[in-house]
């Protein structure tokens, strides 16, 4: 099943580059996240001005003539709308788009009937063509051993544990910080020891060719903070 998605895919990558389209351009053009988008909806739509959004299409609806897209990036997610009137290559588009593509959108925002903030596409090109579909947007990943080894998997499809990385960072900026102010001193330590330490814990061993000598992975951070402090550093 895998295979026969992968092969499809392949297969669209390869019409995309037959019809002279570049499915991993060098740039793009970015005006807006889709935070702000969402956040200043009322100025953009009053000022009629075009926003430029990239981001990775996570939802995809085929209606015909029209393509509805739940383009996401870091900040959020946008409704997305592509019609053929608004669209050359829409066709191509059409042919050839996926749930997992990253594309670069550009148009003036609207509301549509339901009230749906949405940016309505007069430009759209694909930035990165997917090979390998996204799991399931409702199962999401159940094995757990796919879930902790493909850890970016993970973070796609579930917002709460990028969350959590976001509120991992601001605790260790709030520490450091707290830290700093009261005149402690951040240093860089040896990852690689020619002694091992940490009392009775099984060091790993690693070989340094260039040296041609064996060494180990640090275990604790004891000894090279004590040399520290022998040397003046009392924080």
Not at 71 to 86: C, F, P, S, V, Y
Request: net charge positive.
């Amino acid at each position: 099943m895998l295979d026969d998605i992968i092969r499809e895919r392949k297969n669209k990558l390869a019409k995309l580059q037959a019809a002279g389209v570049d499915p991993y351009p060098v740039s793009s053009k970015r005006t807006h996240m889709a935070d702000e988008v969402l956040t200043d909806f009322a100025k953009l739509l009053r000022g009629k001005k075009k926003v430029f959004l990239a981001g990775r299409v996570i939802g995809l609806r085929d209606m015909g003539n029209v393509m509805f897209l739940d383009l996401h990036d870091e900040t959020g997610t946008m409704q997305a709308i592509l019609r053929k009137d608004n669209l050359k290559d829409f066709a191509l588009l059409k042919a050839t788009l996926d749930r997992g593509d990253f594309l670069n959108i550009g148009g003036p925002v609207f509301l549509t009937k339901t009230k749906q903030k949405s940016v309505e596409a007069k430009f759209a090109i694909i930035l990165s063509k997917a090979l390998r579909p996204l799991p399931d947007k409702w199962a999401g990943i159940e094995d757990t051993e796919t879930r902790l080894r493909q850890r970016y998997l993970d973070l796609i499809m579930n917002p709460e544990v990028a969350t959590m990385f976001r509120k991992k960072s601001a605790f260790w900026e709030t520490f450091r910080a707290a830290m700093k102010q009261e005149g402690f001193l951040e240093v860089e330590l040896p990852v690689l020891e020619s002694v091992p330490g940490g009392a009775e814990a099984e060091p790993f061993a690693t070989h340094h060719n260039a040296l041609d000598t064996d060494f180990y992975l640090r275990i604790s951070l004891e000894l090279p903070l004590k040399k520290l402090l022998v040397a003046g550093y009392e924080k």
